[in-house]
């Protein structure tokens, strides 16, 4: 048996509408798009994030959200606020307040009900990597 090598290459989030995820998921994460094949158009996007080589994957499905998701993205930021605030004006709604722990961060939905949260910083030196929003 030989060796192989494996990786996280995508974390997978469903939408019902794929222009609109594109556009909503590209703004809240200050990724570009990425092309994929073009026999999968009409069901992927894929998006580059600016600091990772995990791809976030935008797949359409016309399945009902039913459930609390098992994984979800966690968006670290210097302002939990601001971002919430941000984030809602793109089409995310507010779900669930958490403040204990030491932690004051939002559980929130995107268009299609998935949840993410929007937390204090967890890795600072690599927030202060990125652009302000």
Known sequence: MTGHRSRLCHFVVDVGDLD???A????????????????????????????????????????SKVSKERMHLDIETDDVEAEATRLETLGAT????????????????????????????TFPHLLALRRPA
């Open 94 to 121: 507010r779900w669930d307040h958490q403040q204990e722990r030491g932690y004051d961060f939002w559980v929130m939905r995107d268009p299609w009900h998935n949840e993410f949260c929007v937390l204090q910083p």
């Open 24 to 63: 909503f998921w590209s703004a809240a994460l200050g990724a570009e798009e990425e092309p994929v094949s073009k026999g999968s158009q009409h069901i992927y996007r894929r998006l580059r994030l600016p600091d990772s080589d995990v791809r976030i994957l935008l797949q359409k499905t016309e399945d």
């Open 20 to 22: 609109y995820g594109l």
